[in-house]
């Protein structure tokens, strides 16, 4: 029997004793996860979901979490602006070994849904915009930097940077972070943000 699951945004067709690599989820090796979003069941017999085949799901044992391959990402300005950066990547995963597909009954199992690491409970969600908030009432004037205004301020506070000494003290892999998780698409480099928070956190 197979079956074709949905997870992070992909599709995979899998059988019992198949081990494969999936978008990071919020497990702890050793633990098991059951998919619920199954699109297909196959084997004697072929069940197609309308989307999703009611009651079928697919149970996984987490081996271990990894990283992928590294992906390099070159840019190159266009001329008059002398700017080109070279930056890796290696994604998050999660390595399974599937143990079991059920035809039905998945909602009768009690095993842990398969989610991923970046979900989380709205209320727990929220509490960092709360904290993020607290920290602001005491941060520094982050609009002091070059192409800073009061939305991208916003977006640092919630990302908890509240000061220019944090911003002083970020190395290559921090600016490449803050790039890929609030879309500045260089602009930390571009602007010259490390540099003046250096003058801005000596004052």
Sequence with gaps: MFAVMKTGGK???VQAGDTLRVEKLAADAGETVQFNDILMLGGDSVTVGAPLVAGAAVQAEVIDQIKGDKVINFVKRRRKHSSQRTRGHRQQLTLLRVTEILASGADATGVKAAA???SAP??????PTAKAKA???GADDLKKLSGVGP???KKLHEAGVTSFAQIAAWTEADIAEMD??????GRIEREGWIDQAKD????
């Design 11 to 13: 599709q995979y067709k």
């Design 116 to 118: 991923g690491a970046g």
């Design 122 to 127: 709205a209320a727990a969600a929220a509490a």
């Design 135 to 137: 920290a602001a009432a």
């Design 151 to 153: 939305a991208l301020e």
């Design 180 to 185: 890929e998780k609030l879309s500045f698409k």
């Design 200 to 203: 801005l956190a000596g004052n």
